[in-house]
């Protein structure tokens, strides 16, 4: 059963606690992707990686950092830095990077800060 | 500031007639995409059109683009209770290497 995993659902976190998204695919994509969504809004990008152990920053990825130290894996770590973290946050991959491919996306995380 | 933006922000329709969503944009693409997304769940791709397409089909879905306007359109016919979504345009910037979503239309399909 291919695809791209999120974990968790949802999760709550306190102020000033980091916390990590699970991000995993097997369809052998190279490329991977985070965006946050706002109620209402469209999607920003947070960062992306268009081949492993490398990554770019998108258009807001302060308070945010990530890793690709596998291919199959992308989590992303929202820190205490981040100052508006609650968000539904996305996960996608596509075969390879650039706007040619489609991508395919997660089932989401929604990140609650209490 | 938003690459795509859509029109109009919400559609509520009746099971059967057609819907039509417009994304208007600012600067050269290469290609554009149309996703769809349910409520609470992740995007599902729907159709990609490149630059030098001028239209484009899949099913009830009919996509058009004019780049002398910066604009494309997303008609769906015969639409189903199950049509009822979000869907965004998502375009690159010329020689860019990402997706730049706009904010979305929401459709309701009433039964």
């Known amino acids: 059963d291919g695809g791209i995993t999120q974990s968790p659902k949802y999760l709550f976190r306190k102020e000033g606690q980091n916390v990590t998204l699970s991000c995993e695919q097997n369809?052998?994509?190279?490329?991977m992707y985070w965006y946050r969504q706002d109620p209402g809004q469209g999607l920003r990008l947070i960062y992306y990686?268009?081949?492993?152990?490398?990554?770019q920053k998108g258009d807001i990825a302060e308070g945010y950092s990530v890793s690709r130290e596998k291919k199959e894996s992308f989590p992303l770590t929202v820190t205490s830095a981040q100052k508006n973290p609650t968000a539904f946050y996305l996960c996608?991959?596509?075969?390879?990077?650039?706007?040619?491919?489609?991508?395919?996306f997660g089932p989401g995380t929604r990140l609650t800060v209490l | 500031s938003q690459q795509g933006e859509e029109d109009p922000q919400a559609l509520s329709i009746q099971e059967g007639e057609n819907a039509t969503m417009n994304c208007s944009y600012k600067?050269?693409?290469?290609?554009l995409q149309w996703y769809r997304q349910n409520s609470g769940r992740g995007l599902v791709h729907l159709i990609l059109?490149?630059?030098?397409?001028r239209e484009k089909h899949s099913g009830r879905l009919r996509v058009t683009l004019d780049t002398s306007k910066k604009s494309s359109s997303l008609l769906i016919t015969a639409s189903r209770a199950a049509d009822t979504a979000s869907y965004f345009c998502?375009?690159?910037?010329?020689?860019?290497?990402?997706?730049?979503f706009g904010s979305g239309t929401r459709l309701l399909v009433r039964p």
């Open positions: 369809l052998n994509h190279d490329a």
């Open positions: 059109i490149r630059s030098n397409e």
């Open positions: 998502a375009t690159d910037m010329d020689s860019s290497y990402k997706l730049i």
């Open positions: 996608a991959s596509s075969l390879e990077g650039g706007t040619i491919h489609e991508q395919f």
């Open positions: 600067t050269s693409i290469n290609n």
């Open positions: 990686s268009q081949i492993v152990n490398d990554f």
